[in-house]
């Protein structure tokens, strides 16, 4: 098996925008309701990974999933907190994909000096709960039926991890690019894949 976790390149943005289109048109996963154009899509991507990772794993030159964070919320004293988010291809469940970006994306984020790490999980969720849970993420709320779609009212549960201490006063957060190509991005990097199979 040839197995890659990397960043994100334009030329990766279609299959990307392929694995997430499902679970807009079919699940609640997402609240989104409408699949965004490849256009409005890539600009999504391109204001994501100026600041923080957004991750692609590649297995046998497919994309089986992405992950990425992004800020939690936009006023300046949230800037040590972000949200993740990960999606996997239907074929790539249980190959340890989620596991693998996540290994990543958490060691990436660490090292960017993010503090707080937040995950919005659509209930029922199991495996997502699973996933985030096996990472250390622990149960802070949920916000019942804060979102309708496909005629029905969905709960949220919101899931938190500290990263590291909270430092006073706190280091600024370092963007993505300072880390690419980095010893600490090929460590994160080596150790996601490691999780794959």
């Known amino acids: ?11 990766d943005y279609a299959s990307v925008l392929a694995i ?24 999504r991507i391109r204001a994501i990974s100026d600041r923080y990772p957004f991750l692609v794993c ?14 939690f919320r936009d006023r300046a004293a949230y800037g040590w907190s972000v949200e993740t988010t990960v999606y996997i291809h239907p074929n790539a ?24 790490v937040y ?11 699973a996933l985030h849970k096996a990472f250390g993420f622990e149960e802070v709320g949920v ?7 496909f005629d029905s009212w969905h709960s949220t549960q919101f899931l938190a991890k500290v990263l590291q201490p909270h430092a006073v006063p706190p280091p600024a957060p370092v963007l993505i690019e300072e880390l690419l190509d980095t010893p600490f991005w090929f460590d994160a990097v080596r150790a996601g894949i490691a999780r794959l199979r």
Do not use: C, W
């Open 1 to 11: 098996m040839e197995a890659y976790i990397r960043f994100v390149t334009p030329s």
């Open 20 to 43: 997430y289109e499902p679970y807009i048109t079919g699940t609640a996963i997402t609240f989104e309701y409408d699949v965004p154009s490849l256009a409005a899509f890539s600009e």
């Open 58 to 71: 590649e297995l046998d030159g497919e994309i089986a999933g992405y992950a990425y964070a992004t800020k």
């Open 93 to 116: 469940h249980r190959r340890g994909v989620a596991s693998g970006l996540y290994t990543t994306l958490l060691a990436l984020l660490h090292h960017q000096g993010a503090v707080n």
């Open 119 to 129: 995950a919005a999980i659509t209930l029922p969720n199991d495996a997502s709960v």
């Open 143 to 149: 916000f019942n039926g804060v979102g309708y779609k």
